[in-house]
Every structure is written in C-alpha cells, then in structure tokens.
C-alpha cells in the first residue's frame, strides 16, 4: 500500500497546544513536575521533623513551664531577703549618722572647754607665764577638736544621705519583687499549652496536606510531560520523514 506524502508530512507537522509545539510543552511540564516533587520532598523532610519534635511536646511545655514558676518563685525570696538586709542595713546608716552626729556635738563642747582652759591659763604672774606651754597645748587641742567635729558632720550627713538611698532602694526592690510574684502567678495559672500544641499539630497536619497535594500535581505534571515527550519520540521513529 502506497503511502501518501501529503499525509505523512501533515503528521509530522508540529502539533500545537495553546500555541506551544508538542516537545517544549512536554519538556516544561516534565521540568515543572520534578522541581514540584523536588520541593515537596523538602517540606516533606522538614514537615516530618517538626512532628517528631513535636512529640511529647505538651509535656515537655509543662515540666518547663513548672521550672520557670519554680526560678521566679527562688528569685522572689531572694529579693525578699535583699530588701530586708538593704532595710536593716539603712537602719544601721540611719543609727550610726545619729550617733556620729551626737560625737559631733561632744567634740564641739569639748573644743568650746579646750578654748576656755587655754584663754584661763594665757595669765601672766609677776611678769611671767608659768601655764604658757599647757594654754598652747590645749588651743591646738580645741583646734582639733573643731577639725573632728566639722568631719564628723560631713561623715554624718554622708550617711544619713546613703541611709535614704538604702531605704529608696529597699522599698524598689520590695516593688520588684512583688512583679516578679505576679509573673510567676501567671506563669503558673497558664493553662493554654494544650491549645497551642493542637494548633501546632493541627499546622503540621494541614501542611502535610498540602505538600502532599503538590506532591501529587508535580508528579502528574512530570509523568504527563514524559509521556507526551514519548510519543513524539516513538511517531517520529514509526513514520519516515
């Protein structure tokens, strides 16, 4: 039987699809399909990661949701105990500026009595001075007095200043403390771990899904581009050119 020319090379005309020859199409979609398949074994990798890390992961939340309580709760006391020793300790400041300020005013007695002993004894007796060295003695005596008595002042305005910051600090530190016992309360009444592990797990799912929908559209891309390159292949080596 004869074959027709006419026939044969409208054959081997090449056949469009929406304006795409045969072969490139097929090579496209064979491309598209395996970089798809390529990428949903990647979210499929990462995907079975994350449900593996996932796993007990309610427990886990909770036992580290205990221990953060637990920190808080240690810390609280701690602060509970720096602010009562920074208390006791503005106490002491506030006694001791007390003290150092009544010192003060003995030595200012003192050097008022030093002066007077010294001016009683600057006499002079038939022409001469008999208490002249005690009189000098106890000038420089009053003078030193004075000299303590102006550092004791300055010594108890001193700490009668960090006695006030000690107690600012006290009470600043009791504020913190009482924060740091609202967050561990709040920690601890925290009962939505459940919920954000279903949401979790509920994501994981749903991507599953869609990968492996994609999974499944790449895969046919690629299959259908492979079987359309086929049979151009397999027609161009039946009929002669």
Same mark, same amino acid.
């Given at each position: 039987?004869?074959?027709?020319?006419?026939?044969?090379?409208?054959?081997?005309?090449?056949?469009?699809?929406?304006?795409?020859?045969?072969?490139?199409?097929?090579?496209?979609? +064979?491309?598209? &399909? %395996? #970089? @798809?398949?390529? $990428? /949903? !074994?990647? +979210?499929?990798? &990462? %995907? #079975? @990661?994350?449900? $593996? /890390? !996932?796993?007990?992961?309610?427990?886990r939340l909770q036992a580290d949701q205990a221990r953060i309580a637990d920190s808080l709760h240690q810390v609280s006391d701690s602060m509970t105990s720096l602010a009562a020793t920074t208390q006791h300790a503005g106490d002491t400041l506030q006694t001791s500026s007390g003290t150092i300020g009544e010192a003060k005013d003995v030595l200012a007695s003192a050097a008022t009595t030093a002066k007077s002993l010294s001016d009683s004894l600057n006499v002079s007796i038939l022409g001469s001075q008999p208490f002249a060295r005690a009189s000098a003695n106890l000038a420089d005596l009053s003078q030193t007095l004075?000299?303590?008595?102006?550092?004791?002042?300055?010594?108890?305005?001193?700490?009668?200043?960090?006695?006030?910051?000690?107690?600012?600090?006290?009470?600043?530190?009791?504020?913190m403390q009482g924060q740091v016992d609202e967050l561990a309360t709040r920690v601890e009444g925290f009962n939505r771990i459940g919920d954000i592990v279903n949401l979790v797990l509920g994501g994981i799912i749903l991507a599953a899904l869609l990968t492996a929908w994609v999974a499944v559209g790449a895969a046919f891309c690629a299959w259908a581009g492979w079987r359309l390159r086929r049979d151009i292949a397999r027609d161009a080596l039946v009929l002669p050119p």
């Open positions: 039987m004869a074959s027709v020319p006419g026939a044969a090379a409208a054959y081997h005309r090449p056949v469009d699809w929406l304006g795409i020859e045969r072969r490139r199409l097929g090579t496209g979609m +064979l491309v598209f &399909g %395996l #970089v @798809g398949l390529v $990428i /949903a !074994a990647v +979210l499929g990798i &990462g %995907l #079975v @990661g994350g449900a $593996i /890390a !996932a796993r007990d992961l309610d427990a004075t000299s303590f008595e102006g550092r004791a002042d300055e010594l108890a305005a001193s700490l009668d200043q960090n006695a006030s910051d000690a107690s600012d600090m006290a009470v600043k530190v009791r504020t």
